[in-house]
């Protein structure tokens, strides 16, 4: 996996994550990336800094946590565990709005990666390995686990 700074037209930053550059610029020049805040397909790659492992010194300490409110830049900051609550609702949400297409979800993936099918969101099980396979041919799939009122 390989994590992208990216923006769209509207200056909201965010992370994608891609089983490559190759897979990145595919799916960039295909339309299929989207600002998570407001739905933009004009999206740009930031520029970013590769980690290099010195091994010297201590690293620094982490900056001290915001508050839930606090304004930082232009943005709203919310603890981790708020985001990642406000993140699985709203993946649970669009899961709920996609089309099921059950155990032919790796097969329909592709199938709309390669421009066989038309675009549109779908859901559906796929085993560990199929998501993985898919993940490396640069078919974004993200597992979400399911509402605790659907897990009875």
């Not at 200056?11 to 299929?32: I, K, N």
């Not at 620094?60 to 981790?80: C, E, I, K, S, Y």
């Amino acid at each position: 996996m390989i994590v992208f700074d990216l923006h769209c037209a509207n200056a909201h930053r965010f992370e994608g994550w891609f089983a490559s550059a190759a897979a990145f610029e595919t799916q960039l020049e295909r339309g299929l990336i989207a600002c998570p805040v407001c739905g933009a397909t004009e999206v740009h790659r930031l520029p970013s800094a590769p980690y290099v492992q010195t091994g010297h010194g201590v690293p620094d300490a982490p900056p001290a946590p915001t508050p839930v409110g606090a304004l930082v830049g232009n943005t709203l900051a919310v603890q981790p565990h708020e985001m990642v609550a406000r993140v699985l609702s709203q993946l649970r949400s669009l899961a709920r709005g996609a089309e099921d297409v059950g155990e032919r979800l790796p097969e329909e993936a592709r199938r709309i990666h390669y421009g066989e099918t038309e675009a549109r969101d779908i859901r559906g099980s796929a085993s560990r390995d199929d998501v993985e396979a898919l993940l490396e041919e640069g078919i974004l799939v993200l597992p979400v686990p399911p509402a605790e009122e659907d897990m009875h």
